[in-house]
């Protein structure tokens, strides 16, 4: 039995190394990697010479298809069992069965041989017509006629108290027996794929916002059908809004299904065979047919939907920080009124009040100066506004208050930004955020979030799940399970390429960390709460339940700037540090000296043999090169290179906008069919996927994505319908043509 496991695992990493196009030894490395606990950025960063330098995306492929691999492989088993225990399993059967590659597939075999509800065809056995119906199968009979055949098969005590009964349940049988059909099942696929459509028509519930209008009386082939039509489609089918349902030629498919079944149009009961044939057809077949292929439309629709969010989160948390700032964040309501607080450069919160300039108080003079009290006591440099309700008149009050306020001091460095706020409501009412803020309200954590999610989106985010941050489509209607461990794989990929500061990290940001669970992050800040501050990696082991495997698998990602040893605040592991001072040692820097000795290292490397210093250090090739450029780029932040959000001073409304003005806007989310702009109104522009390049563009995501600061053109405005179209600036200028 181990043997066959063995060979069973073996098989598995081949056919994945075959999938993938990749070395089977890189496979099996990364296999057993996985097995033994490893995580993916570990093996990504730390790892490289026994993968082979896959990066994560790569990584994650393989851990899937390993689990797919693994659930068929388990399935067959579960399969084989079953046919043998029933006695009918042959070598040919059994050959079959191992040599499925898809579950669906191996469902189609197993059909047969499956234990059934009562049908039918099963009432018909029964009744003993199963000889019968041997007989309309097999085609061979051409003399008499299927009447005084089925007579002999009359028993009133059994339930067939007529010819006619007769025959009709052996034409049950019959259809039963074309439904289980693989290879028929495969070519009507294969027809339903390449021919069949989706129609919808209206159904029988309201819809008062006239959402799904565009699908009232709406007619695609499958093959063409867009994801987001398939997830809009369902939910209205969902709803009631919307009938849905698969149409294919149907003569077409019956005459291939007659050429399939009816072989020898001489049979005494090929006009029998013809009818079981319709009647599987329109019973079983196509019933079938039409759920598994609206299931597969589902998936692929699902599948692009997470990919979508995935891409959108990414970019969403790997904004670049505004650190170092002192910032006002307000979250707007109407009747509760705004909510303030201002947090200092590394997030501690200072203070907090209410203001109230939105209906129905409307006190907006009295908001400004509280503003300005709250500006002055701080020293205030960035205000953030979250962009729910209320925003537009708050964000007027804002842009009044800087306006004043520059009229005091025209160099003054006072700006503001809106904030996408999505999730905020769910933090504040967490037992994280209780946690954090035990004496404040509820309704005053939100805007504690909404101003520390601009200093460190990253850090900020992580406290709250991931499909609440509302940067996708669809998003409640898609597999949760499935969009829950892609977002976590995105979560957990960014945490761990920006790195985390060891004694200023969240549990939450820290639970992120390769290696550690929720629990030992919650260890970790009950330690740093304490006994202070982390003086360098190896104190990790005094956190109770960290051993040596998660401190391996963790260590590399800890930044501490507070260490004494410099290596601690890089991503060079712990591992590699002897290799590392050996390196300074053969370029003549000391250990005290390499932070001070940043702008000497690329100097120092330029003519270095990395394969031959590797060799000579001990370590691989990859490694020396991580060791490189760390120390060339000790504490850096990834982020730091990409463009700041935009800050504004002033405001416009729809009335200010007109066709052809030029505006600069940031990227809130990017879907299939282009892109929401925040350009500084109320309501973001959309720049439909049209318009975004003179060039046909396929995927928005090879233009935008969330956060980039584009340049825009003002297509339409519709100030009623509160609709604005944009188009990218410089589309259709001589220069893109």
């Known amino acids: 039995m181990q043997n066959n496991k063995k060979m069973s695992s073996d098989g598995i990493i081949s056919q994945i190394a075959k999938e993938l196009s990749l070395p089977a030894g890189h496979v099996s490395a990364v296999t057993s990697m996985l097995e033994e606990g490893a995580t993916i950025p570990f093996m990504a960063r730390y790892r490289q010479e026994r993968t ?73 056995r029964e009744k003993g017509l199963e000889p019968l119906a041997d007989q309309m199968w097999e085609e061979d009979v051409v003399n008499g006629s299927p009447e005084s055949i089925a007579a002999t098969f009359i028993n009133a005590e059994a339930g067939v108290p007529d010819v006619e009964d007769a025959l009709q349940g052996a034409r049950d049988i019959c259809a039963e027996w074309i439904n289980e059909e693989v290879d028929l099942r495969n070519a009507l696929r294969k027809q339903i794929q390449r021919h069949g459509a989706l129609r919808t028509s209206r159904g029988s519930e309201p819809d008062e916002r006239e959402t799904f209008r565009e699908y009232y009386d709406f007619n695609c082939k499958i093959s063409y059908l867009k994801p987001h039509q398939i997830l809009a489609i369902n939910r209205g089918e969902r709803e009631g809004i919307l009938g849905a349902k698969l149409e294919i030629l149907e003569d077409k498919a019956l005459e291939r299904m007659e050429r399939f079944i009816i072989t020898n149009r001489k049979s005494i009961f090929s006009s029998h065979l013809s009818l079981a044939l319709r009647d599987s057809f329109k019973r079983l077949l196509f019933p079938a047919l039409e759920r598994e292929a609206r299931k597969e439309l589902t998936e692929k629709a699902e599948e692009h939907a997470i990919h979508t969010f995935a891409e959108n989160l990414r970019n969403l948390l790997l904004q670049p920080p505004l650190s170092a700032r002192t910032v006002m964040g307000i979250d707007p309501g109407y009747r509760t009124g705004c909510k303030v607080a201002v947090v200092d450069g590394t997030g501690k919160y200072l203070e907090g009040t209410t203001i109230y300039p939105t209906p129905p108080l409307k006190k907006v003079r009295e908001s400004i100066q509280t503003m300005d009290r709250l500006i002055d006591a701080h020293g205030v440099t960035l205000i953030a506004i979250g962009n729910g309700t209320g925003s537009r008149e708050t964000e007027l009050a804002v842009a009044a208050l800087i306006s004043e306020r520059q009229t005091r001091n025209r ?56 499909k609440s941050i509302g940067v996708g489509l669809y998003q409640h209607d898609v597999n949760q399970a499935n969009l829950s461990r892609k977002l976590d794989d995105v979560v957990e990929s960014c945490v761990n390429n920006v790195g985390v500061n060891l004694n200023s990290a969240s549990s939450s940001l820290l639970a992120y960390v390769s290696g550690l669970s929720r629990t030992i992050a919650e260890k970790i800040v009950s330690y740093r709460n304490k006994n202070g501050i982390f003086r360098g990696r190896q104190e990790l082991f005094k956190v109770s339940g960290l051993g040596a495997f998660r401190f391996q698998q963790a260590a590399g990602f800890l930044r501490i700037p507070e260490s004494s040893n410099p290596l601690d605040n890089t991503a060079i592991h712990p591992e590699s540090y002897d290799a590392t001072l050996k390196l300074c040692d053969s370029i003549g820097v000391q250990p005290g000296e390499i932070p001070d000795s940043v702008a000497l290292f690329p100097i120092k490397f330029r003519n270095l043999k990395t394969d031959e210093t590797a060799r000579k250090l001990g370590v691989g090739t990859p490694t020396l090169e991580l060791i490189m450029e760390q120390l060339q780029k000790p504490g850096r932040d ?34 299939d069919f282009g892109a929401f702009v925040d350009i500084g109104v109320k309501q973001d522009g959309l720049l439909h996927i049209s318009k975004m390049s003179s060039k046909r563009v396929t995927n928005p995501h090879d233009v935008v994505s969330v956060g980039d600061i584009i340049k825009v053109r003002i297509a339409s405005v519709d100030e009623q319908r509160g609709r604005i179209s944009l188009e990218m600036a410089g589309m259709n200028s001589p220069e893109a043509l």
Do not use: W
């Open 52 to 124: 082979g330098g896959l990066d994560e995306e790569i990584l994650r492929e393989i851990r899937d298809r390993l689990e797919y691999l693994r659930l068929l492989a388990e399935r067959k088993e579960t399969v084989l069992a079953s046919i043998r225990e029933q006695g009918k399993l042959t070598e040919e059967l059994e050959e079959q069965v191992r040599s499925c590659s898809l579950l669906k597939d191996l469902e189609d075999i197993y059909l047969p041989y499956k234990q059934k509800r009562k049908t039918r065809a099963s009432i018909a």
């Open 638 to 671: 990834p982020r730091e290179s990409l463009p700041k959000p935009l800050l504004r001073q002033e405001i416009l409304s729809m009335s200010d906008l007109r066709e052809g003005l030029e505006l600069e806007g940031t990227v809130r989310n990017v879907v």
């Open 411 to 466: 160099d003054e460095d006072l700006h503001y930004l809106i904030v996408n706020e999505a999730g905020a409501s769910v933090y504040s009412a967490s037992p994280l955020a209780k946690q954090e803020f035990p004496d404040l309200e509820a309704a005053m954590r939100g805007n504690i979030s909404i101003a520390r999610r601009v200093q460190d989106p990253l850090a900020e985010l992580v406290k709250i799940d991931p």
